[in-house]
């Protein structure tokens, strides 16, 4: 394939650990005698099986894109219980299904849910509540674990993962949140904060806008087919909106993968766990790129260029 | 439209501010009190004419996509003098003509230049040079201005612009450089620092990879149109490189601004002055945001989110 003998960053690190990538299990596994300086390539080819864990089936949502494109979703009941169980009542009862993308909005977000405007009809949520009391923080106390990121952030006393996600906390307040780092889907919501039923989900597709941070409640993350939203033309209406109801991108099922056959493709696939020695080796090798290609390691990575490896299982 | 009456996120302030759209002209004129507490619409509403600059028609490339989809980027002579001369030397040569975009990594890059692999013959550069000096990075003694921007960043001791682009500096070790922020345009190159000549150029497509910086050069950004290259089917291929040429974006010309009769579309836009007050406002608004929607604002604005204001010249 023509290019791909020049590749003009060495990105090849990138291309396993990239969200909706899973080339990982390809590579050979290599010895690596001090984890540090190794690469990222190198680091999950060394990885140990255990470190990976499969996807929470009963908490991601397989949604099928026009053409079967497929895009996983897990959610996060750690942090957003109340979201996470209304957006699966929706689910259940097929909501989703017919529905569409409606709102691609360049450096922002795609936005999907039922397209019918202020004066027309929507479709019922059925079971589902119509408003959500707003989990856009917790309290640290009683919360999931932390699992910290070294280096300075201009948005939070302290950033890391909680379980596969990105957050921050402020122990002075005594809070946590996640993060809107590319990738993580939200609850769209009106000015009143518990307007957000999950009717509207919407994924973050540019350069990540840390200012939603507590201001709405994120309740997962696309871990698998990102690029199926982020690549989608771009709406020319005001904040993105599509103007013509033929340039939405139907949505033809979202369903719980635990309600799949062996949990359907998200069944298929295994994350690298975020409390694992191999995860932390591939942030220090991160924050420190040590490849040919690079001169000057940076010495820092920020939260939401940290990647979660995601891989097909070995077989 | 339907949609647009229901605004999940109250972005509009993000509209007109957006690379890409240029929706401001339109809004009517506000008589502001405090500048400090008003919205970004607010302010550019009421910006002065004198805020607002033409676009560096000398030094703008007028690149056309597929469909006649209009691309804009402003080269950075003060940052990258080398490269900006060779990237216009292929221009004028009319290097990129029928040339395509041939790789486009989600969540990181789209790339342009000649498609031919390592054994295939390439398209002769011509008067341009094959190898160009790295134009990493700079001292900051003798250089352009550097409007600084308050708040930590991790990667850089301080972070601001020079001119319409984002840059940072540490002025211990005296040295500056351009930022790899969303739609910032750089020229590839293989492990070899000076064997980027310019033929090959990438825009960011994605949450902005900091760890690039000082690495590779940086030779200007996309000011007008960035959504024709980030909405782009991504690549299947290694690092994103597509498998099939059909499924590469066939670019019609590139042009110098200065060249067209008028400056073509680049010499109907202008751009906010980053060293305006109305700028310093709009940074200050974006740090703290006071439309009805947001209920936590974030007291920071990291460099990268910091978008420059291009609108069409008012009539």
């Not at 200012?211 to 989608?232: C, F, K, M, P, Y």
């Not at 090798?285 to 891989?311: E, F, K, Q, T």
Request: with cysteine; net charge neutral.
């Amino acid at each position: 394939v023509s290019g791909v003998a020049r590749p003009l960053f060495a990105a090849a690190a990138l291309v396993c650990a990239a969200l909706g990538l899973g080339a990982c299990a390809n590579r050979p596994a290599a010895t690596l005698e001090v984890a540090t300086k190794a690469t990222t390539a190198e680091l999950l080819a060394a990885s140990a099986p255990a470190e990976w864990r499969g996807l929470d089936l009963a908490n991601t949502l397989d949604m099928r894109l026009s053409g079967d494109r497929v895009v996983l979703i897990e959610l996060a009941p750690a942090m957003a219980p109340l979201a996470s169980a209304n957006i699966k009542t929706l689910v259940r009862a097929g909501y989703f299904d017919g529905l569409s993308v409606n709102r691609v909005q360049d450096n922002f977000v795609a936005q999907w849910g039922d397209p019918a405007g202020e004066t027309e009809p929507k479709r019922p949520l059925g079971a589902a509540a119509a408003t959500v009391a707003p989990e856009f923080e917790r309290s640290i106390a009683g919360g999931p674990a932390f699992i910290p990121l070294p280096g300075h952030d201009g948005y939070a006393a302290e950033t890391g993962f909680v379980g596969a996600f990105p957050a921050a906390r402020n122990p002075s307040e005594g809070r946590m949140w996640l993060a809107h780092c590319y990738g993580m889907v939200g609850v769209g919501r009106d000015n009143a904060p518990e307007s957000g039923s999950g009717a509207e989900l919407y994924a973050v597709i540019g350069h990540s806008p840390r200012q939603l941070d507590r201001n709405i409640t994120l309740a997962g993350r696309v871990v698998w087919g990102i690029e199926h939203l982020s690549g989608l033309q771009r709406g020319t209406g005001a904040l993105g909106f599509y103007e013509q109801a033929s340039q939405r991108t139907p949505i033809l099922s979202v369903r719980i993968a635990a309600d799949l056959p062996a949990g359907g493709v998200a069944g298929t696939l295994e994350a690298l766990s975020t409390d694992s020695a191999t995860f932390k080796g591939v942030i220090e090798a991160r924050r420190n790129r040590r490849d040919a290609w690079y001169l000057r390691p940076a010495g820092h990575i920020d939260l939401c260029s940290v990647l979660l490896p995601v891989r097909k299982k070995p077989s």
